[in-house]
């Protein structure tokens, strides 16, 4: 017991340095909140579009609900991790000018550990990035003869940097209660660092002084519990067929982050031009998760719906950013958001001793909903495709590398009626499933040896 636990604490340590040594994510859509919140889920979930609430699988550390950890073998240790490389394409026309914008960027994904306490029941500990934060944009303040900053100073150059992460660690628990009815509970314990600054360079006009730049950074350190509920139901058992129903609920709440705020300004006349960073609270919204799951010899289909209520929690808003249709400030605020998720497995023949390829699973999946702020009133549409292959180890073993696909897409709704930016991304994973139970498969990962 000792040794797994000692693993774990490792993994941690390499998760967290791998979640702050890079930005992992490139979007001015991360410039408020949280930031871009990550498809939860394991490898095998995402690359069924992100479904799993209903899923009781053996060999699968169920990520989405608590529930599922019941679907564990005695006797046995599972580990699962991974890494994911990251590609962000930005498009934008601003002013009949076509501008464009890369990032590329590599994390490490799902650390989890899922163990047996007794029959029926199982605990998961898992470490695995929440959102993240990352952005630099350039805004420069047009003429206006009305405007007293341009009358007074001139061209104003706005700059703006953002960069962090927030990690979810969970302690989960499923439990049987009967054959075809289980339930589970988790705490989760939120961390990371957010910071966001802005920098103002005036361009004086011929005769209006001297001005100097002016810059300000905002700090937000986060560390903060919450808990989730889960349930799933048998509707379907038995050896030809199972239909699974699950729920899952999320308990919402501030993160209260710690904020350090600092504005720094070097006007020769102590003349301070712009002194605010654009935010909105950090806090998670209240979740709720149903899905049904249906799975035979070969096929495995599921689907997912989840409901975030962001904007009924928080009700802050920003007036940021020019509209390129109208040319007035627009509106960011949080809103509900709803989303669907669909995703398919195939396996031809689990147990084909001669043909290897005939063993591997074969994922599909789509994913479709908005992001969580709304600009100018209108919503951020957001859709993925999914694309992933599982491959055994060895014949009747349930340990295997899984490799995954995501390609997504935001914003093209808004970047027709506000004139924001339209983006897309593509994502590439593989992760590892080490499963340990000499006594049902021979497969003895991380079984000390009796003799040298």
């Known amino acids: 017991m000792a040794l797994w636990m000692v693993a774990v604490m490792l993994l941690v340590g390499v998760s967290a340095r791998a979640q702050s040594g890079s930005i992992n994510a490139f979007s001015p859509y991360t410039m408020y909140g949280v930031g871009e919140i990550n498809t939860p889920g394991t490898l095998a979930q995402r690359s069924m579009g992100g479904v799993g609430v209903a899923a009781r699988?053996?060999?699968?550390?169920?990520?989405?609900?608590?529930?599922?950890?019941?679907?564990?073998?005695?006797?046995?240790?599972?580990?699962?991790?991974?890494?994911?490389?990251?590609?962000?394409?930005?498009?934008?026309?601003?002013?009949?000018?076509?501008?464009?914008?890369?990032?590329?960027?590599?994390?490490?994904?799902?650390?989890?550990?899922?163990?047996?306490?007794?029959?029926?029941?199982?605990?998961?500990?898992?470490?695995?990035?929440?959102?993240?934060?990352?952005?630099?944009?350039?805004?420069?303040?047009?003429f206006d003869p009305n405007d007293p900053v341009w009358g007074n100073v001139g061209r104003i150059n706005y700059q703006y940097q953002g960069e962090g992460d927030v990690t979810e660690v969970k302690f989960g628990v499923g439990y049987q209660l009967w054959k075809n009815l289980s339930i589970g509970v988790a705490a989760q314990y939120y961390w990371g660092d957010i910071d966001r600054t802005f920098v103002m360079v005036p361009v004086p006009i011929s005769g209006g002084g001297s001005f100097g730049t002016v810059s300000g950074q905002s700090e937000y350190s986060i560390s903060r519990f919450k808990a989730q509920v889960g349930l799933q139901w048998n509707a379907i058992l038995n050896d030809k067929r199972i239909l699974t129903f699950g729920a899952v609920y999320d308990l919402g709440g501030d993160l209260k982050p710690d904020v350090t705020n600092s504005i720094v300004g070097d006007d020769l006349y102590q003349t301070t031009v712009k002194g605010d960073t654009p935010h909105l609270a950090l806090s998670l919204p209240r979740k709720i998760s149903v899905g049904a799951f249906y799975q035979t010899a070969k096929w495995a289909v599921g689907v997912d719906y989840d409901y975030q209520d962001w904007g009924s929690s928080n009700k802050q808003s920003e007036m940021t950013g020019v509209n390129a249709a109208t040319g007035t400030a627009f509106k960011v605020a949080y809103h509900d958001?709803?989303?669907?998720?669909?995703?398919?497995?195939?396996?031809?023949?689990?147990?084909?001793?001669?043909?290897?390829?005939?063993?591997?699973?074969?994922?599909?999946?789509?994913?479709?909903?908005?992001?969580?702020?709304?600009?100018?009133?209108?919503?951020?549409?957001?859709?993925?495709?999914?694309?992933?292959?599982?491959?055994?180890?060895?014949?009747?073993?349930?340990?295997?590398?899984?490799?995954?696909?995501?390609?997504?897409?935001?914003?093209?709704?808004?970047?027709?009626?506000?004139?924001?930016?339209?983006?897309?991304?593509?994502?590439?994973?593989?992760?590892?499933?080490?499963?340990?139970?000499?006594?049902?498969?021979?497969?003895?990962?991380?079984m000390r040896p009796k003799y040298d």
């Open 57 to 142: 699988q053996a060999g699968m550390i169920n990520l989405l609900n608590p529930a599922g950890l019941s679907m564990v073998s005695r006797k046995s240790f599972l580990l699962n991790f991974g890494g994911e490389g990251q590609n962000y394409y930005n498009y934008q026309t601003l002013g009949g000018e076509n501008k464009k914008s890369a990032h590329n960027s590599f994390s490490i994904r799902d650390i989890a550990v899922l163990i047996p306490l007794h029959k029926g029941l199982g605990f998961s500990v898992s470490v695995t990035p929440y959102s993240s934060v990352g952005y630099q944009m350039m805004y420069d303040h047009a």
């Open 337 to 446: 958001t709803h989303t669907i998720k669909a995703g398919v497995e195939f396996t031809p023949a689990r147990y084909d001793v001669r043909r290897f390829w005939r063993r591997w699973s074969y994922r599909a999946g789509v994913r479709y909903g908005s992001f969580q702020q709304s600009f100018d009133g209108h919503d951020l549409n957001e859709m993925a495709v999914t694309l992933g292959v599982g491959v055994p180890f060895k014949f009747l073993g349930m340990s295997a590398v899984d490799v995954g696909f995501e390609y997504g897409m935001r914003g093209f709704n808004v970047n027709k009626n506000v004139g924001l930016v339209r983006q897309q991304y593509f994502k590439f994973a593989v992760g590892f499933r080490l499963f340990a139970s000499g006594t049902e498969n021979n497969e003895y990962w991380f």
